[in-house]
Structures are given as C-alpha cells and as structure tokens.
C-alpha cells in the first residue's frame, strides 16, 4: 500500500494496526517526511475540504467502489445493511485519499515554484558598500520599452556616453521578445554596478559592460542580455531557467554562482568565457549543442564554433574581483596593466618591450589608491614605475 493511502486510512480513521506501524516507521525514517505529513494535518482548510468531500454522492462519485462493494457481498455473503453501513468509511477513506493527493500536488507545485534569492556573503555585502564610498559604483540605466530594437553589442571595446556609439545589433528569438520593454544598465570604463533583478539575483557588472534586463521575469524563462562581465548570483527557481544571452551563446542556470565575460583580449582569447563557481549551467554556443560545466570549469564560446572549448581554471580571480580584489596569479604584466589601467584610468607606457612579458602573482584592493599597488610591482620586479598625470610610465 502507498504511503498516501495510508496517511488517507489515518486521518479517515479507518487505519488497521499494521498500516499504522507502516507509518511510524516511515515517519521517522526521514525528517522530511514529518514536515510532509505535518504540512497535510496543518492545512487550514483541510477540515472544511474534508466536509466537502464527505458529502459527494456515492451514486456520481465512487462507481468503482460499488462495484468492489458488490464483489465483497458476494464473495462474503454480507447482507445490505452491512454493504450500506460499509459505504461512509469507504467514501471517506477515498475522500481523505483525494484530498492527501491534492494537497501533495499543492505542495510540490508550490515547491517546484518557489523562488530562493541567493544567499549574499557579508564579504560582498562589504565590496558594496566600499564601492559606494569610492565612488565606483555607478551605472546609466535607461528604458527601453519605447525602442523597437536592443542595441546592445558594441563593436568597439570601450563604452561611452553617446548612444550613436551603439551601433550593432543582433536578432533574437522569441524567447527574450518581452526584453524589447525593458531596462538597460551600462557602467562606463572605469566603474562598475550591482543591481539586484526582480527574482532577487544579484549581478555585478565590471567596467565597460551593458546587461539589458526585464523589470519583471514572466512566468517562463528569466532572460536577460549580456555585453561585457558580470558576476551572477542567480535566484533558485526550478520551474523558470534563467538565461544569459551573449553575442557567442547562451548560458543557462537554476540557481548558481558564474562569471561571463564576452570582452576577453586582456586574456589573449576571444569569444565569451564562463566560469562556474558554484552550481551546473549549461553553455550553448550559437547553433550548437549545450555542454554542461562543472564547478572549476571556464567554457569559452567562439561566434563560428557549434561546440565550446572546455578547461579546469582557478577560480579565485573570479570570486575576487566579485569581493573587491584584484587577484592576480603569474599573470603578465601587460595583461595586469590592461586590468588596472582600465579599472584607474590611465593609459600605460612601456620603455621596453620586454617588460610587457615578465610574470608576477599578487591580490590587491580594488579600492585602494593606485599608487600602493605601482608600488609594489616596483618593489617585487625592480622595475621603475612613474605616475605622470594620466599616464602610468614603465621601465627597467
């Protein structure tokens, strides 16, 4: 017999010995399982449904009982009276079993349904608000549901505040037509921006991005449109996938922790990267098939390729610059001076062509003055590092 059967024999009150024993034990094989049954007996309206219930005709509702009824008599030779007095418990007992099976489904669904913000670290809590007080944290945020198009590919790398700046477009499915009434944030070059989407998902965008966003996700797929990096902290929610749409690809999640990036010449790649800190997403390439990525793993998405590139990367870099770090680890110094120069606003000279391929390892504040960090670069390497106006000037 189904535990369901027998939760409805109980509450019918209609539950042998042996049936009762069943479900002690699988009350107490599992907490969960209390939860479950407590959550059926708690119901508020489980009483007034019960009434309701007990009060079906047998004739209408319970056809298939008065034929296992009949069977009975004949098999035990019961007269009337008892096949008659036999029929409450019965309906009864099939009542609760309807009403244990409606309940279940209530609560699987509101379960299946439910939505969990993520869980945000006090260390993220704290880049925040240090990025506030620097004077980092901003973003242009504009509406878009007079436009008829998204613009929102760039084909130049740095973002500026003229719109005619914003040239290239690409076509979309219908799955992100509702994004056409929607918001675009964009943060200039040297700052960056958390915004918090309408399922609690919380995305850090760096400098020089665009993330075109619904102000509200329908009862489908959470879309949202990409350009630039951002650090995702995704809502949990099993019944509406959330979608990251890139110029390479799609990245798809339930409710996890990734970096996308579709900018990647500091790294010398190009394409969109995705790194999965915690979770499973799935990456799907324009025209290709979805891969799955493990925690610890980089996909990159490449605009001609039908398949990603897969590899194991260090995550740290990622979870860093998402806690207010620059986390360095034997990187070249033109890819770190492509990183801060942008991130301060200086342009970078080098005296030497050499010096742009010399390796070093470090983690600094994202909201520390630049001078600290020119410092000990020059400390480490022996190079001669000068700060002339908006210049940053390298040397042996």
Known sequence: MQINQIIAAKLAGVITPEEDK??????????????????IVARHDFKNQMDAYEQIDVRTGWK????????????????????????????????VLLLIIATGALLWY????????????????????QSEESGKAQAKIENLSKQNTIPIYNKTNDISDDSNNRSEEKSFSDDVADLIAAHRVTTMHDKEFWLTLDDGTLVHLNYNTRLIYPEKFGRGKRNVILDGEAFFMVAKDKSRPFIVHTPNGDVKVYGTEFNVNTRNESMGTSGTTVVLVKGSVGVTPNNGQEQILLPGQQATLRTNSLTASIEDVDVEPYIAWNTGKFSFHNWQLERIMDVLSHWYGYTVEYKDPSIRQLTFSGNFDRYEKIRPTMDFISEVSGLKIEIKQNKIIIEK
């Not at 509101?110 to 608000?129: F, G, H, Q, S």
């Open 22 to 39: 069943l479900l002690n034990e699988w009350l107490s094989s599992e907490e969960s399982h209390r939860e479950q049954y407590e959550q």
């Open 64 to 95: 298939r009982l008065e034929t296992r009824i009949t069977q009975d008599e004949q098999s035990q030779k019961r007269n009337s009276t008892r096949i008659i007095s036999l029929r409450p418990s019965l309906l009864k007992y099939a009542a």
């Open 110 to 129: 509101n379960k299946y349904t439910e939505v969990t913000p993520p869980d945000i670290p006090a260390e993220i809590r704290l880049a925040m608000a």
